[in-house]
């Protein structure tokens, strides 16, 4: 898990956005043991529409 946090501090902003969006859901155990790609299209497309508006929230 310690290996896991490193990389996670040295992600791009929008990347550290998709990994707090999977936790927010309850995907993040998945996605860390199986990947983004075990992740069927409706579980990524609810990530996507929460960075979408989280991006949109840090605009205003």
Known sequence: ??????????????DRMKYEAAEELGLIDKVIK???KSLTSR???SIGGLVRSKKRQSEK
């Open 43 to 45: 579980e990524s497309g």
């Open 34 to 36: 199986s990947g983004w």
């Open 1 to 14: 898990m310690e290996e896991n946090m490193q990389k996670y501090k040295s992600l791009c902003a929008e």
